[in-house]
């Protein structure tokens, strides 16, 4: 049976599926490429790392942006120059269906795992103050969550992690002591190992020190005076930026090493937009 393509018709299963308005006009073999082409360069944009910066994300979504209109242009156009054709056993409308039906069933998997478990990468947004100045209230952040996959956690890195106590709840604090390590906080002053360290990202918004010799609620002293205390192996010590404010592990506990998701990479968006864009560190 012969028949004319319609270019509208064409641009349409493409827009919904790249690829399927190739197959429409035909062009099996280019249709199937482009099917094929729109997941691989998603992911390879992802893997090659242009999310570590946002200038490189928008970037590959400018990139995908354009490819999908390239496909739907290539989709009209060949149906256009399409005299008549005789159709082929997969030209029936229920096969277009099926197929735009099973690329468009990625968007049943959920975005987190869609993201996390095969981009490596997460979207997080800050809830609370406990990690001021650094981050705000409202921040939005990309993480990488591959990083610790390739290098070691290191004092002074900021983490993704899952709350310990509540594993659906992701957390974003400050390594400051490793496994092996003796951690301890006298008067707001941090000790590892007996030793002072330095702690330019820390503030202290409460001016009093709560002393183990004067009466204070539990919560209150060990906010100022904690430990000393051994980090066990397979664990890290956490806290937040923001001293003062911040539930972390002097009121939780050490946080175990396989609670890490990764390292939050920079802000993508933010209620002041001149944080839009900075570097997270």
């Not at 919904?16 to 249709?31: D, I, M, R, S, T």
């Amino acid at each position: 049976m012969r028949k004319k393509r319609n270019p509208i018709v064409a641009a349409f299963l493409s827009f919904f599926a790249p690829g399927v308005g190739q197959l429409y006009n035909g062009q099996f073999l280019k249709g199937i490429l482009f099917i094929c082409a729109d997941f691989v360069l998603l992911f390879l944009l992802f893997r090659l790392g242009l999310h570590h910066k946002l200038a490189g994300l928008l970037a590959g979504l400018i990139f995908l942006i354009c490819v999908w209109i390239f496909m739907i242009t290539d989709a009209f156009l060949g149906a256009r120059k399409r005299k008549e054709y005789i159709l082929k056993p997969y030209n029936k409308v229920y096969i277009y269906i099926l197929i735009i039906m099973l690329l468009n069933s990625t968007m049943l998997i959920p975005t987190k795992f869609l993201s996390e478990k095969i981009l490596g990468f997460g979207a997080h947004q800050i809830s609370t103050g406990s990690m001021e100045p650094a981050l705000s209230i409202k921040d939005y952040l990309i993480s990488d969550l591959t990083y610790f996959k390739n290098n070691e956690l290191q004092r002074g890195d900021l983490v993704i992690f899952q709350y310990p106590k509540d594993l659906s709840k992701d957390f974003l604090k400050r390594i400051i002591a490793l496994e092996g390590e003796k951690i301890e906080i006298k008067d707001k002053q941090v000790y590892i190992n007996d030793e002072p360290i330095t702690e330019d990202y820390k503030v202290h918004n409460d001016e009093r020190i709560y002393k183990r010799s004067e009466n204070y609620r539990y919560d209150d002293l060990i906010m100022d005076n904690f430990g000393p205390e051994i980090v066990p192996s397979g664990h890290c010590f956490v806290l937040g930026d923001n001293r003062d404010n911040s539930s972390d592990s002097r009121y939780w506990g050490f946080l175990p090493v396989k609670n890490i998701k990764g390292k939050p990479l920079y802000i993508y968006w933010a209620k002041d937009k001149k944080r839009i864009g900075k570097k997270i560190n």
